[in-house]
């Protein structure tokens, strides 16, 4: 399929989001049979059309419900059959409850469609698959590591451990002084949001996003499956969780038994779907750690399984 047809089918898909899409209409665009169609579609794009269909109205739903529209509304706005079908819908792929994500995400734009180069160009990085999803999830790592880095380089932080979890999580933790919240919960609403809060990015996304080195912790944050963040300074421990960039809940704040103690923990999941079997590696992390810390005196590094 060229991408001139490509351009017409992703287009008709976003223009008519609010309706029941037919494959046949689809193919009578693109100007083949139903079957040919689909198989044409799923080279081109890396999945098939009625998965495509479903990201792209998930995606729009996102911001209906942002806007304040209530679950069963959105759900029937975008032609699910039922407030259950699309709920189930919406928290395979995202990861959290529409009234969660309508409660906890701050704003959402439905990423713009994009048109692949060429069919060659999805085949030749389908080949570098294993390689490309290994160096972007220790990517995510490096992301939350530099972080820690940057507080020992400042004098803040004498000791970052790594430890390589079961089920493929990995926790990073030091000494530092922790990300700057307090007491005040709208002030902490905002620090969230501006350094960690991000927004579900899906594996179609992924698949058209660079390299992730530099990404932000928001990217490494929305890539995630799981991810929650303990802060511990001022006298007080603040915890959150993530799913896949989205809160789920408020945060949590408790008293600590020695003010002095301070520092953050984050354990982290990247996300199955995008990242599949991908494990860890002890040896890239260890590497990356000694090359990164080398100028960093009397910094003590460990990275344990």
Not at 239 to 255: E, K, N
Request: charged share 20%; hydrophobic share 40%.
């Amino acid at each position: 399929m060229n991408s001139e047809t490509l351009e017409k089918i992703l287009a008709y898909v976003d223009n008519h989001i609010c309706e029941r899409i037919d494959l046949c209409d689809l193919s009578q665009i693109a100007g083949y049979s139903p079957f040919y169609f689909s198989k044409l579609f799923s080279e081109s794009m890396g999945m098939p059309v009625t998965g495509y269909i479903r990201i792209r109205k998930l995606q729009y739903a996102i911001v209906s419900l942002l806007e304040g529209q209530k679950v069963i509304d959105v759900a029937l706005l975008y032609a699910f059959d039922s407030h259950e079908g699309f709920s189930r819908s919406f928290k395979s792929l995202f990861g959290s409850t529409p009234s969660t994500v309508r409660k906890q995400l701050v704003s959402y734009s439905v990423p713009a469609y994009v048109v692949p180069n060429t069919i060659k160009r999805r085949m030749s990085m389908k080949k570098t698959c294993n390689k490309n999803l290994q160096h972007d999830m220790h990517q995510l790592v490096f992301e939350f590591l530099m972080q820690s880095l940057e507080e020992a380089k400042a004098g803040h932080c004498t000791k970052i451990v790594v430890t390589l979890m079961s089920d493929n999580k990995i926790k990073i933790s030091d000494n530092g002084r922790g990300m700057p919240l307090s007491r005040n919960l709208q002030a902490n609403k905002a620090v969230l949001e501006k350094i960690l809060a991000g927004s579900p990015i899906t594996n179609l996304e992924y698949s058209q996003m660079g390299d992730l080195a530099q990404a932000g912790l928001q990217t490494a944050n929305s890539l995630c499956e799981a991810l929650s963040i303990t802060v511990r300074r001022d006298g007080a421990k603040f915890q959150q969780s993530y799913v896949r960039g989205v809160a789920q809940h408020d945060l949590c704040i408790t008293d600590l038994l020695h003010d002095s103690d301070t520092g953050t923990e984050v354990t982290m999941k990247p996300d199955a779907i995008i990242f599949e079997d991908t494990l860890f590696s002890h040896q890239l992390i260890s590497q990356w750690m000694k090359v990164n810390s080398q100028d960093v005196p009397n910094l003590v590094v460990e990275v344990v399984v």
